[in-house]
């Protein structure tokens, strides 16, 4: 799906606790259809600003550890992480411009 990378619960203290940047991870699942309309607005924010925010994608049945110690009890979720600790968590698929807005703060 697109072209934000997958982390996996093994990866994710490495790849997103440990990032230097912030880290947006949208937690979605291969049959939620809000998870695939949020996808392609993801990649096009991906694209225009992922030098100052990391895209990762994590399957929430493929790696449940992960999802279930932060609580993700509905996909999509995309939660932004900073040092560690989740400072942003947006639920449900949004237009391009609601998740811009929500973003301001990581990509302005």
């Known amino acids: 799906m697109g072209n934000i990378p997958a982390v996996t619960d093994a990866a994710f203290d490495a790849d997103v606790l440990k990032s230097d940047k912030p880290v947006l991870v949208d937690f979605w699942a291969e049959w939620c259809g809000p998870c695939r309309q ?3 607005i993801l990649d096009e924010i991906n694209a225009a600003h992922g030098e100052k925010i990391t895209f990762l994608k994590m399957n929430v049945d ?3 550890v992960t999802p ?3 609580r993700v009890t509905g996909i999509p979720t ?3 992480f900073q040092n560690g600790e989740i400072v942003k968590t947006i639920v449900g698929a949004k237009p391009k ?3 811009l807005k ?3 703060d990581f990509i302005g």
């Open 38 to 40: 949020v996808a392609p």
């Open 62 to 64: 493929e790696n449940p």
């Open 68 to 70: 279930s110690n932060y």
């Open 78 to 80: 995309l939660a932004v």
């Open 97 to 99: 411009g609601a998740l």
């Open 102 to 104: 929500e973003l301001e």
